[in-house]
């Protein structure tokens, strides 16, 4: 994605390497874009970028119900750890 490279270009010589990093700049960002930028940067990304988004976002917030209700263990796939769902 065209904004992720920029974004990463412009902050790549302050990050630390913790993913808190990735928050705080886009929080950060996202606080200046108005509903339009939002429209915006959505309709120009290309049809798959949308999908993964969406996918990206609706697995997070799955991810938080679960947690929320106390539902198994709801670690990354990443972690290399064996997984509990239910």
């Known amino acids: 994605m065209e904004f992720v490279d920029r974004l990463y270009e412009l902050y790549k ?5 913790d993913e808190e990093d990735a928050f ?3 929080e950060g960002i996202m606080e200046s874009f108005t509903a339009r ?7 120009d990304l290309p049809e798959p ?6 996918a ?6 799955f991810r938080q ?9 709801t670690k990354n796939r990443d ?5 509990f769902y239910h």
């Not at 970028?49 to 969406?54: A, C, G, K, Q, S």
């Not at 119900?65 to 263990?73: R, T, V």
């Open 65 to 73: 119900k679960l947690a929320e209700e106390g539902i198994g263990q």
């Open 37 to 43: 930028d939002v429209n915006q940067l959505f309709h």
């Open 13 to 17: 010589d302050k990050l630390t390497g």
């Open 49 to 54: 970028e949308r999908f993964d988004m969406l």
């Open 24 to 26: 705080i700049i886009i």
């Open 79 to 83: 972690d290399g750890q064996i997984k």
């Open 56 to 61: 990206l976002y609706l697995y997070e917030k």
